[in-house]
């Protein structure tokens, strides 16, 4: 299956560097905004395709599924580029910058019949599946309380502090607390309460989220992008604790009974693997590229770690979140 990118920065490197390591996909295309960037892209990987824009990608009838890797303010228009010429697409988190622009193009991706995925990675791990299994066994008893962090010294990144361009630290790492929320107490949020330290364009510097849900258990989550975090989150509940080392990329879990003794680890080598070359971990990003693959190769629209429902549920909390907080993107104007 040959794989297209758009973007050539940071995430995209990755995604190659995991492409190029697995039997069945293929790092076919790059396109950048600028073609010594996307040569220079295609011959580091050993593509066959470079290309300086986005439609010239998109026009290529050999690329089979593109993966978006901009940052979230252009992943609407892109997406929408990409599945009205007939392309499966695997976007980057955040999957766009609000819902109203999600739902447009979910609903445009399954009017089409094509693929439409949001690349959650942590939602794919094999670690993310045994911590569910683990909760749902009642390992830990009743979950009560949850906290989860996320935070990284961005401040010069010029994406995460300009209003035009969807700033601000909720959707770039804020995600990831949220989305441990949702893997370990589900979705069924009776309130939220939302709080941030702005910046001069009133994007989110530091946020503090506390969601209620209506089985009677808390989530205290925190993001920020002036500084770093330890980026765990920990599990609590009637008989004991889980210690997740790592909302974004799971590295392993502790678990300790009701005397705070820790009983178990399980780090990502003891859990099952999907079978690549190497037959170890690469990236971490192979995960949701096997998951990709196999939702396409069944002529499925979404794939069951993260479905469109979810990626909607996502993009509607992050909604409300940034109204509580006073976040507002011109374009939403």
């Not at 390591?21 to 905004?33: F, N």
């Not at 073609?35 to 998109?58: C, H, N, P």
């Not at 609590?236 to 590295?251: A, C, K, P, Q, Y």
């Not at 998951?291 to 990626?311: F, M, R, Y």
Request: charged share 25%; glycine share 8%; aromatic share 10%.
């Amino acid at each position: 299956m040959n794989f297209g990118i758009i973007g050539a920065g940071n995430i995209a490197n990755t995604f190659a560097t995991t492409l190029t390591q697995m039997s069945e996909p293929t790092a076919y295309a790059i396109a950048s905004r600028s073609m010594e960037k996307a040569e220079e892209f295609r011959d580091r990987y050993g593509m066959e395709k470079a290309y300086d824009s986005y439609s010239a990608l998109v026009n290529d009838p050999d690329v089979d599924v593109i993966y978006i890797a901009t940052p979230h303010s252009f992943h609407y228009e892109q997406a929408k580029m990409c599945l009205e010429n007939g392309k499966h697409v695997l976007v980057e988190k955040a999957f766009c910058a609000n819902a109203p622009q999600a739902k447009e193009i979910i609903d445009l991706a399954e009017s089409k019949g094509l693929f439409l995925g949001e690349a959650m990675w942590t939602r794919f791990m094999p670690l993310a599946k045994k911590l569910r299994e683990l909760l749902d066994d009642g390992v830990i008893g009743d979950v009560m309380y949850m906290t989860a962090n996320l935070n990284f010294p961005m401040m010069h990144k010029e994406r995460l502090i300009k209003a035009e361009l969807a700033g601000g630290a909720l959707l770039d790492v804020g995600i990831y607390p949220l989305t441990a929320a949702s893997l370990i107490m589900g979705d069924n949020i009776k309130d939220i309460k939302a709080t941030a330290l702005l910046n001069d364009e009133n994007m989110d510097l530091v946020g503090q989220y506390i969601l209620t849900f209506d089985e009677g258990g808390i989530a205290y989550l925190n993001s920020g992008m002036c500084f770093e975090s330890d980026g765990n989150a920990v599990v609590i509940g009637t008989n004991g604790s889980i210690v997740m080392e790592g909302v974004n990329f799971i590295r392993g879990l502790r678990i300790f009974d009701g005397n705070h003794d820790e009983v178990d680890y399980i780090s990502f080598e003891d859990v099952e693997k999907y079978p690549y070359k190497n037959g170890e971990q690469i990236t971490g990003y192979e995960y949701e590229v096997l998951g990709c693959i196999d939702a396409i190769k069944k002529g499925h629209t979404q794939c069951p770690e993260i479905t469109h429902k979810e990626t909607l549920f996502m993009m509607e909390t992050m909604d409300e979140i940034r109204r509580q907080m006073g976040v507002i993107y011109p374009f939403e104007s």
